[in-house]
């Protein structure tokens, strides 16, 4: 008899320190779409949602897709906008009744006013719509909060192992193997979680994390263990359950799952000094780019200002100590700044005009810029790719600064191929990270041109990067996404967490 699935994806990233807040708006620019009608090149949240389908299709399953929303992250979602996507994603699954098994894909780190764990509501209500035996399969992000609402409502949960996140389409295919043997009777899944205790970024990159992630998957498949993951967490999150978490599902027995999950937490906390990348401040960063020889370009990752974790995507720290230092030779994207944006398309490619650049958003964003640049480049809805997705950036202009010269000299010392008395700057009007190289190339810029190359984003840059870098740093600036865990300014977090608390464990 054929099946028939329910899918649906709702999510975001909330920051609780970011002053942007999370509307219907931002998700209709980001991700909305209904009945599974993505484009060509479809969204990366829209990813796992595709596979399913042909997967289903393929066994002659009856497939109802549900909506399929994401928005970039900001602060927490109004609660208009939560009820209104989670009444929409309920009411599609009401209509499609029965079901035999349905498959959500959230990001996991969504507030919302009033629901500290959205996303883990929305299970809630999905699991009272299709009672207690249907099973409930979600994938999460790695940057989830690993609440006991997630794990109390879903059959089974399967979180990226990747960061960045690459693999978002294989652990959609492991979901969906999952749920088909459980549906078969082949696999009685079962979930055990133990709390890390720990706050912070932990790039899949670099040993000892590139170890760790290895280590997970070799032990899916053994011993009854089916699918391990970590919930890396979200440090911005200022909500109860927030911190690394280890998951393990298991064929049926918990206890066995509960032990793994236990061991597996306790390698990880003999890590935690070692996991998170190293930090250099704004000024040994700017420093180093002044001290480099060329070649390839020094990249630096601007951590703190990434739109991908909330930030506005406009700070001007990195910017200021260069203007201050004079150092040239640098790129800077994607920066956005709406009205600096239009003001360049209104002015014309060739001009030249005085501008303030930044700082919009408050003191997190630090002071504006004011400067007079030249508009060398102008795009109208640019894109970059996003693993095998691609991301718009809207619309995009390259402006550069002359460090001592007249606006006028721009365009003649440009002839010559230096670029060591400019800083240039790619504007946009879409909040985004940098994902990948085309948040400058897209622009017109050529990166071999630059001894340094700054990057509004924390980690999904590294892949694309890499290749074009002489190094990659990671920098520690001010801004919404600081990366000084000792500093966040909890409200609703009283657990004792690392490395807020030396030992967490003896603090209770």
């Not at 909305?32 to 829209?46: I, Q």
């Not at 060398?376 to 991301?391: E, I, S, Y």
């Not at 999904?460 to 290749?467: N, S």
Request: hydrophobic share 45%.
């Amino acid at each position: 008899m054929s099946k028939t699935l329910f899918t649906a994806c709702l999510g975001t990233e909330t920051n609780s320190f970011s002053p942007i807040p999370t509307g219907m708006d931002l998700f209709r620019r980001t991700l909305l779409v209904r009945d599974g009608a993505h484009p060509a090149s479809p969204h990366f949240f829209a990813l796992p949602l595709i596979v399913w389908r042909q997967r289903a299709q393929a066994l002659g399953w009856r497939v109802v897709e549900g909506l399929a929303a994401f928005a970039t992250p900001a602060g927490n979602t109004t609660r208009a906008t939560f009820e209104q996507l989670c009444d929409e994603i309920v009411s599609k699954l009401h209509a499609a009744m029965p079901v035999d098994a349905v498959l959500l894909n959230l990001h996991g780190a969504m507030i919302a006013d009033g629901y500290p764990d959205a996303e883990g509501e929305l299970i809630r209500r999905v699991r009272v719509e299709v009672g207690p035996t249907v099973p409930i399969g979600v994938e999460l992000d790695l940057h989830c909060h690993l609440t006991e609402q997630k794990q109390a409502h879903a059959t089974a949960i399967v979180i990226y192992k990747e960061y960045p996140h690459v693999d978002v389409t294989e652990r959609a295919e492991e979901l969906f193997t999952l749920i088909e043997a459980t549906l078969s009777g082949r696999l009685r899944p079962v979930m055990a979680v133990h709390d890390c205790r720990m706050l912070g970024i932990f790039p899949t990159t670099r040993e000892p994390m590139r170890g760790f992630v290895d280590r997970m998957s070799a032990l899916e498949g053994r011993d009854g263990t089916i699918s391990v993951s970590l919930a890396h967490g979200f440090p911005w999150g200022d909500t109860p359950e927030v911190g690394a978490r280890v998951l393990v599902v298991a064929d049926g027995d918990r206890g066995q799952a509960q032990s793994l999950a236990a061991r597996l937490a306790e390698a990880f906390w003999s890590l935690r000094r070692e996991v998170s990348p190293p930090f250099v401040s704004v000024d040994a960063a700017v420093a180093r780019i002044a001290g480099h020889p060329g070649g390839k370009p020094l990249v630096l990752a601007d951590t703190a200002d990434n739109p991908g974790i909330g930030a506005a995507g406009d700070s001007t720290f990195l910017l200021a100590a260069l203007l201050a230092r004079q150092i040239g030779g640098v790129a800077i994207a994607p920066f956005w700044d709406p009205v600096a944006t239009s003001l360049a398309f209104e002015a014309g490619l060739g001009a030249c005009l005085d501008l303030r650049l930044g700082g919009k958003l408050g003191p997190a964003s630090g002071v504006p810029v004011d400067v007079r640049v030249h508009v060398r480049g102008l795009v109208h809805d640019a894109q970059q790719p996003f693993g095998p997705a691609m991301a718009g950036m809207g619309n995009m202009a390259w402006l550069r600064i002359g460090l001592g010269r007249e606006c006028s000299d721009c365009s003649d010392r440009n002839r010559s191929g230096d670029h060591s008395d400019f800083i240039d700057v790619v504007v946009n009007d879409f909040r985004t990270q940098g994902f990948a190289p085309a948040c400058f190339t897209a622009a017109g810029l050529e990166l071999a041109r630059y001894r340094g190359l700054v990057v509004k984003s924390t980690q999904h840059f590294h892949a694309g990067f890499l290749p074009v870098a002489a190094e990659i740093l990671y920098v520690s600036a001010p801004g919404t996404g600081a990366m000084d865990m000792r500093a966040l300014p909890f409200r609703h977090v009283t657990r004792a967490l690392w490395p807020r608390v030396d030992d967490p464990g003896s603090a209770g």
